[in-house]
Nanobody, 129 residues
Framework: QVQLVESGGGLVQAGGSLRLSCAAS????????MGWFRQAPGKEREFVAA????????YYLDSAKGRFTISRDIPKNMVYLQMNSLEPEDTAVYYC??????????????????????WGQGTEVTVSS
């Protein structure tokens, strides 16, 4: 059974940091893009960051550049999102996702939820002002 399980969310003050973790299991992810999305109450799900599992190329939401870092640990089948300088606007449920690009893909697609076919259950991040 393919599964993504997020952890690491919580309550933090503005300016603080959190590291989200995503444990991936059930298959090899060598042809996958691993992404983080977030969804705030009343808003659509929003792309945050993504990483090519094999090559390591990364993609970021503009407002996350310089504050967030996505990484993966291949032997451990883990994906991480290090979030620094958190702002109240970062408050949301954060989801880990995996999208199979077997063969090739267009870079612009990784920013869209439709590219991903496996989703975790989410972990809540609350940033207080």
């Amino acid at each position: 059974q393919v599964q993504l399980v997020e952890s690491g969310g919580g309550l933090v003050q503005a300016g603080g940091s959190l590291r989200l973790s995503c444990a991936a299991s059930g298959r090899t992810f060598s042809t996958y893009i691993m992404g983080w999305f977030r969804q705030a109450p009343g808003k659509e799900r929003e792309f945050v960051a993504a990483i090519n599992w094999s090559g390591g190329r990364t993609y970021y939401l503009d407002s996350a550049k310089g504050r967030f870092t996505i990484s993966r640990d291949i032997p451990k089948n883990m994906v991480y999102l290090q979030m620094n300088s958190l702002e109240p606007e970062d408050t949301a449920v954060y989801y880990c996702a995996a999208g199979d690009y077997t063969g090739s893909y267009t870079g612009s697609r990784v920013y869209t939820p439709g590219f991903y076919n496996i989703w975790g259950q989410g972990t809540e991040v609350t940033v207080s002002s």
